[in-house]
Every structure is written in structure tokens, then in C-alpha cells.
């Protein structure tokens, strides 16, 4: 199994709401990671998780905040956001930190913010 | 200067026609060369990477790094319309190491 799931595919939000995105891998992969991708751009590192730790925070806006709640799951936290936020955010997964061809990514949650 | 450039295109290619993709890049110690492709509304998929400098071909694809020149090329024989995309390319100075990716190349391959 090389997938990278992630829930849901489309979600639409108001400025005031809280809601949470979600990503699974069943690699036994150790580094995971959330990227926000705006339409031809590409994908913008914004945190890392290694063996379930925080490792990268990429001064992310705190309306923003990540939770690995054991070594298969990635959700990303999502209140009081800014429709400049509205992007595809995207999860990967890899065995080691950033290791070489083996980063494998979800197909994305396409977030609307109103 | 961005760490690395792409052109975004789009290119459009009759199908059978060979596409050449490219990039530049300014860091002297990137030394991993990786092409994903990313369908509409999809995550990135990795369709190839290479270490240093060399070819490496895989099927309809080849990869080409010349690190003197701090130029890779992605290159598609016998192009077909399952081809059309957006080709990403990213580099690293090695594991451990965070991806830089291109802005992408939007390719139609016309029927």
C-alpha cells in the first residue's frame, strides 16, 4: 500500500469556523508533512513532523496548527482563517526526513474560505 | 533570485511529438533532481529522480541533470494524451535536506 490518504477532498468554511483536515499513511513511513499549493504555484512546506514530533514550522499563521497523534495520522487544525487561505493543502509522507524519492503525497483537501 | 525556475508554459504537443521539460536552478548543493507529475485537482506524483550529474531513463521518460550547466530536462518520447499535466521538477542537497520545487510546466498533449 503507497497511499496517502486525506479527508476531505473539498471543504468550504466561513472566517469563523473551526474545522480539521486529515491524512493517513499505512507505509510505516516517520516523516509526514502538510504543503498549501494556490493554483500554478507549487506546493509551500509548512510543517514537518518527524517520528511524531514537530520538526519544521515554517512561521505558519497560528490559525493554523498541526497534530500527529500517532505515526499513521496527520490532521492540520483550521480556525478563524482568512479566505487568502483557500489553497489545496497537501499531506506527504516519507521514511526518513525529506528522503529522496520516496515522498509520496495525498491527492489534497481544495479548502475554500468565504 | 528563486532556488529554482521553471517555465509554466503551457505547452500544447501533438500526440507522438517529444516533449522537453526544463529547469534552472542557483544552489550549487543540490545534488538530488527529482520530476513529479500533478493531475488536475491531484496530489504530485514522483515519476523519476537522479543523483548528481547523468542520464536516467525510465520507459517513454527520460531524466537529464548537467550540474556544470545547473540544468535539468525531463524529456517525454512518444507523448499521449494521459500525458497532459503539470510537470513539476524539485531538487535537494540530500536527504535530510528540504525540496525546492518549480513553479510547474502545464502540458496538453492534443489527440
Known amino acids: 500500500d503507497t497511499e496517502v490518504t486525506q479527508t476531505p477532498k473539498h471543504l468550504v468554511m466561513g472566517m469563523t469556523n473551526k474545522k480539521s483536515l486529515k491524512c493517513e499513511q499505512h507505509?510505516?513511513?516517520?516523516?509526514m508533512y502538510w504543503y498549501k499549493q494556490k493554483a500554478k504555484k507549487p506546493p509551500e512546506l509548512m510543517f514537518v513532523y518527524s517520528y511524531e514530533k514537530l520538526s519544521i514550522n515554517e512561521s505558519v499563521p497560528s490559525r493554523f496548527s498541526p497534530e500527529c497523534p500517532n505515526s499513521s495520522l496527520l490532521n492540520l487544525h483550521l480556525h478563524a482563517l482568512q479566505p487568502e487561505d483557500s489553497a489545496l493543502y497537501l499531506c506527504a509522507s516519507s521514511q526518513e526526513l525529506f528522503g529522496v524519492g520516496e515522498q509520496f503525497f495525498g491527492p489534497g483537501t481544495r479548502l475554500t474560505v468565504l | 533570485q528563486k532556488e529554482v525556475e521553471q517555465d509554466p508554459g503551457p505547452l500544447s504537443v501533438p500526440e507522438g511529438a517529444i516533449v522537453s521539460l526544463n529547469c534552472t536552478y542557483s544552489n550549487s548543493a543540490f545534488q538530488y533532481f527529482m520530476w513529479y507529475r500533478q493531475y488536475s485537482r491531484k496530489g504530485p506524483e514522483l515519476l523519476m529522480y537522479?543523483?548528481?550529474?547523468g542520464n536516467k531513463e525510465d520507459g517513454r521518460f527520460t531524466a537529464q541533470v548537467d550540474k556544470s550547466s545547473k540544468y535539468i530536462s525531463l524529456f517525454i518520447r512518444d507523448s499521449q494524451p494521459s500525458d497532459s499535466a503539470t510537470y513539476l521538477c524539485a531538487m535537494s542537497a540530500g536527504t535530510g535536506n528540504q525540496f525546492y520545487f518549480g513553479t510547474g510546466t502545464s502540458l496538453t498533449v492534443i489527440p
Open positions: 507505509m510505516g513511513h516517520r516523516a
Open positions: 537522479t543523483y548528481s550529474s
